[in-house]
Nanobody, 127 residues
């Protein structure tokens, strides 16, 4: 059974930074592409970033490119999202999960095979 647990969210002022973490169990973490998704109030969940399992290549949605950095530590089964220059429109619940097959170039279209979602971590950016 795949389980994920996100942490690191909080309340921050616009322009601030946060680092999210996600621990994964129940699958060989190092063999899977991993992604971050977010769901803003009143909107559907969307993919924002993906990291390949082998090359370490990273992909970002235009909305976060240049501000967010995804990384992984395969030895710790942990995924990270370093967020800088935060904006009020970044306010959302952030989730991580494995990505089906490979990272798509358009990360907003990425999907998951196991559909294993944690409770997410709330990020609130005040103006």
């Amino acid at each position: 059974q795949v389980q994920v647990a996100e942490s690191g969210g909080g309340l921050v002022q616009a322009g601030g930074s946060l680092r999210l973490s996600c621990t994964v169990s129940g699958l060989p973490f190092g063999n899977y592409a991993m992604g971050w998704f977010r769901q803003a109030p009143g909107k559907e969940r969307e993919g924002i970033s993906c990291i390949a399992y082998n090359t370490g290549n990273t992909y970002y949605a235009d909305s976060v490119k240049g501000r967010f950095t995804i990384s992984r530590d395969n030895a710790k089964n942990t995924l990270y999202l370093n967020m800088t220059s935060l904006k009020p429109e970044d306010t959302a619940i952030y989730y991580c999960t494995e990505v089906r097959r490979v990272c798509p170039r358009i990360v907003t279209t990425m999907t998951t095979s196991y559909n294993a979602w944690g409770q997410g971590t709330q990020v609130t950016v005040s103006s």
